[in-house]
């Protein structure tokens, strides 16, 4: 591997150390002796820290540190794991493992490997852990951080806490044009953070180290942690829907997730670390996590505020690699996806402006469709709803003549539906908020009602 050693024969992935100044935290990582993986995130206009924010700000910074080596160790995934500096408690430490485990599903899937067993984080003596500051349990927000990602869920989201009052930031990691549009667009406060990878991963993985899906909500999510306790902000809203906690597929006796980090096993189990460990008073859930994917596009279709600045394509939000020109690829799973999910609640000719073309009549993309509705392949590793959604709203297409014609949703009405139970393709069965959530009590109605 030219002068780097290849991470795969690596004994030992070392959390080196984590430093803060001058609003960039440094997280220094690496295999064996071999050289610094150095991740930087960059807090605009980064504010002083108050001495009373201090001990939850270091602690914010081990949580950031711990989560965000996942995209190094994944490189190698050797069987050591050392913590140099911040060595975790014993609740944290098995977070973490679970975190890596699950997180790295998809990964080990596709790299055929078996991690069950392998992820082991040292553990602190008990006396060397110190406990979050003491405060009240969390409260509804007063200021509250809400992440961008371009697509429909957030957009919703950002409504939904305009509706009710909240004094909320539109919130971005990253670099993105198309983001800050959407972010610009809700007319809500702005903060863009910065976070740069270590060059040296990208050699590693040139040179053919491990390489594959990681759980960015995750590594976002901790980013975001240290963000509220540096600027003040009382909560952070993610917008997961309750189908993000559904396995894309079963591998050797175990569910593989593609979205685990947007599931409810991850907003609880980190919202309980962040209490514990950070500050108790800093409120993490998913305003969405009662709705279903297809209740978060109908109440996105009830605007046209968003059409001309969104998209939920993947290939935008790509590290490497070509972009499509326009904001739809019209190829991957996202953009099928969405297509689908939105077509029962839009009129025809807006859906078509805002895609360009109607990806339901098009018979070279049955394929794709056939994943999102699981009929002879399984779910797509991508953000999409359950494959019971998406059965869902072919049929509804089907039951209307603007959509009953086009291509695929004809051989849906003749080939497909006739193998399935018509009860099962209810629509307004998949509406229905439902399950467990983090929400705020004062939050609860603006998700529950589904008029607002």
Request: proline share 6%; net charge neutral.
């Amino acid at each position: 591997m030219n002068s780097l050693v290849d991470p795969r024969t690596a004994r030992c992935f070392r959390f080196v150390r984590r430093e803060y100044a001058d609003g960039v935290a440094c997280l220094v990582y690496a295999f064996d002796d071999g050289p610094e993986l150095v991740e930087r995130v960059t807090f605009p206009a980064a504010p002083p820290i108050a001495a009373e924010r201090r001990a939850g700000f270091d602690a914010a910074l081990d949580l950031l540190h711990l989560i965000a080596g996942i995209s190094y160790f994944k490189a190698g995934v050797p069987a050591g794991i050392a913590v140099e500096s911040h060595t975790p408690d014993a609740a944290t430490a098995a977070f973490l493992d679970t975190l890596y485990l699950h997180g790295l599903g998809e990964f080990a899937y596709h790299n055929r490997l078996d991690l069950r067993g392998r992820i082991r984080f040292p553990v602190a003596a008990p006396a060397a852990v110190a406990a979050a500051p003491a405060g009240s349990a969390a409260p509804a927000a007063a200021r509250t951080l809400v992440p961008i990602g371009g697509g429909k869920d957030s957009l919703v989201s950002v409504e939904l806490l305009k509706a009710a009052g909240v004094d909320a930031t539109a919130v971005w990691i990253g670099n993105s044009p198309l983001i800050e549009a959407c972010a610009a667009r809700t007319g809500l406060a702005t903060l863009n953070i910065g976070r740069e990878l270590s060059p040296v991963l990208f050699e590693y993985n040139k040179a053919g180290a491990y390489n594959g899906h990681i759980p960015v909500t995750a590594i976002n999510s901790a980013i975001l942690v240290v963000a509220a306790v540096l600027y003040g902000f009382d909560a952070i809203a993610f917008s997961n829907e309750r189908s993000a906690s559904s396995a894309t597929l079963e591998y050797d006796g175990q569910a593989v997730n593609h979205q685990w980090s947007k599931g409810w096993a991850f907003e609880r189990a980190v919202g309980e670390v962040i209490a514990a460990r950070i500050d108790p008073r800093l409120h993490y859930y998913s305003l969405l996590r009662p709705l279903s994917e297809l209740a978060v596009a109908q109440r996105f279709a009830r605007s046209t505020a968003y059409d001309a600045v969104f998209s939920s394509c993947n290939r935008n939000f790509r590290i490497l690699g070509p972009r499509p020109a326009d904001r739809w690829c019209g190829q991957c799973p996202k953009c099928h996806f969405v297509f689908l999910a939105l077509a029962p609640f839009m009129p025809k000719p807006r859906l078509l402006a805002i895609f360009g073309r109607n990806l339901l009549d098009d018979e070279t993309l049955s394929a794709g469709f056939d994943a999102l509705i699981e009929y002879r392949d399984h779910k797509p590793f991508e953000c999409v709803g359950e494959g019971q959604e998406s059965r869902a709203a072919f049929a509804a297409l089907a039951a209307r003549a603007e959509w009953s014609e086009d291509a695929l949703v004809a051989r849906f009405r003749r080939e497909i539906a006739p193998q399935l139970d018509p009860r099962s393709l209810a629509l307004d069965a998949q509406l229905a908020p439902c399950g467990e959530h983090r929400i705020p009590a004062r939050l609860v109605p603006y998700v529950f009602d589904a008029h607002r």
